[in-house]
């Protein structure tokens, strides 16, 4: 199984996070996901991989949605292909995070493994699951330190849920 979370906000949000049985820890280099990660204190090593490093926006990056061009942000929905002016593509996006999901899938005799990543990086693990166009991606929503749940069986990967978040009511 892969739990797939996306970072909190705060150390308390991971605090709550249900990731008993955990074998192994792997996260993006970017502080908020180490942070989330460090503090689940399961005792186990925390492995970076780059490849779990949130979506280059490039010029788009830290602005909302909104202030993207309408004729742009439909083409960037619609091609995965299409590369924001110094940014990277869901193509390329999902293109890292499926080898990053191909190389956990091969190493699952191992237990189950966290992955501690941003938003878009998880979205395109549940694409890979799905098996689904990259484009799909821009129709999901996740919470913050939410969790996904990817099982990875002979039949290859699944998704067995999506978004958890009632860890966080004790908060």
């Keep these: 199984m892969i739990l797939l979370v996306r970072h909190g906000q705060t150390a308390a949000n ?3 996070l249900p990731v008993a049985g955990v074998r192994r820890v792997v996260t993006s280099p970017l502080h908020r996901a180490r942070e989330t990660a460090e503090a689940f204190g399961l005792g186990v090593p925390v492995e970076v991989d780059d490849r779990w490093t949130e979506l280059d926006y490039g010029a788009f990056e830290g602005r909302p949605f909104s202030e993207v061009p309408s004729a ?10 299409y590369t924001p002016p110094g940014g990277e593509s869901l193509a390329v996006l999902g293109r890292r995070v499926r080898a ?10 191992n237990g189950d493994v966290a992955v ?9 693990a549940i694409v890979w699951a799905l098996g689904v166009d990259d484009t799909v ?7 913050v330190a939410s969790i996904s749940r990817l099982a990875i069986g002979a039949q290859g ?6 978004n958890e978040t009632h860890h966080l009511s004790s908060l």
């Design 100 to 109: 990053a999901c191909e190389d956990l899938a091969g190493d699952g005799a």
């Design 137 to 143: 991606a821009w129709r999901m929503f996740l919470d």
């Design 157 to 162: 990967p699944s998704l067995r849920s999506y």
């Design 116 to 124: 501690v990543s941003h938003v878009s990086p998880i979205k395109a």
């Design 14 to 16: 991971a605090a709550g």
């Design 72 to 81: 742009t942000w439909q083409r960037w929905r619609g091609d995965a292909s």
